[in-house]
């Protein structure tokens, strides 16, 4: 079983508004948590990192939480673009180097 | 930040023959680089981690003979497909980690087509 557990596994939003994105994870010891932006034919982008003792980072108009408790993790994109279009995977470093990586979310942005 | 450039983006390659793709840090020294799989609408699998100057460690399922992967130098790592099959036709993506750098860079991916 997947340790990194993302929903929804795609969205379809219009340009200007808002979604969140969720990661579950089941992956312990746990030491980071990551949210990247992948665009099709291309390698991931980092968003944000978070380590266990963050609640929240933002970066422009992407904002991650975390909730170390419960083993979750949320994205927000506010006010979407048509940029926006792209898969966002969580993952999830253990203490180590081997990252848990989720199956992704494809947002679509339609105008 | 940092950089890390992968070529080529894409190739288009005879079955039988062999495929080399190059991973370079730009900006820093990766004493650690990745190499993973990912096929359409599934997420990145690891294929083997290797460090500067060792023999890489591959995934459990992977073939070392035929996925050779070096990283002679703190910048540069090479994964070459040899005697490539259609089966090898995917989107290989590397990235690398500093030594004291908890930050994960990917390059921007290679699509592998064997026909």
């Known amino acids: 079983k997947n340790q990194v557990e993302q929903s929804p596994q795609s969205l379809i939003i219009l340009e200007g508004k808002n979604c969140t994105l969720q990661c579950n994870y089941t992956v312990s010891p746990f030491s980071n948590l990551r949210w990247y932006k992948q665009d099709t034919g291309r390698g991931p982008v980092s968003l944000t990192i978070?380590?266990?003792?963050?609640n929240t980072k933002s970066n422009g108009r992407y904002t991650a939480t975390l909730d170390a408790d419960t083993k979750q993790s949320s994205l927000h994109i506010t006010a979407s673009q048509l940029s926006d279009s792209a898969s966002y995977i969580c993952v999830v470093s253990p203490r180590g180097y081997k990252l848990s990586f989720g199956a992704g979310t494809t947002v679509t942005v339609r105008a | 930040g940092a950089v890390v450039s992968q070529h080529p983006s894409r190739v288009i390659c005879k079955s039988g023959t062999s495929v080399k793709i190059e991973c370079r840090s730009l900006d820093f020294q990766a004493t650690t680089m990745f190499w993973y799989r990912q096929f359409p609408k599934q997420s990145l699998m690891l294929m083997a981690t290797?460090?500067?100057?060792?023999?890489?460690?591959?995934e459990q399922g992977v073939e070392k003979d035929k996925f050779l992967i070096n990283h002679a130098s703190l910048t540069l790592s090479t994964l070459t497909v040899t005697s490539a099959h259609p089966e090898d036709s995917s989107f290989y993506i590397c990235?690398?980690?500093?030594?004291?750098?908890?930050?994960?860079?990917f390059g921007s991916g290679t699509r592998l087509t064997v026909v």
């Open positions: 290797s460090n500067e100057g060792s023999k890489a460690t591959y």
């Open positions: 978070m380590t266990f003792s963050e």
């Open positions: 990235s690398a980690r500093a030594r004291d750098n908890y930050g994960y860079t």
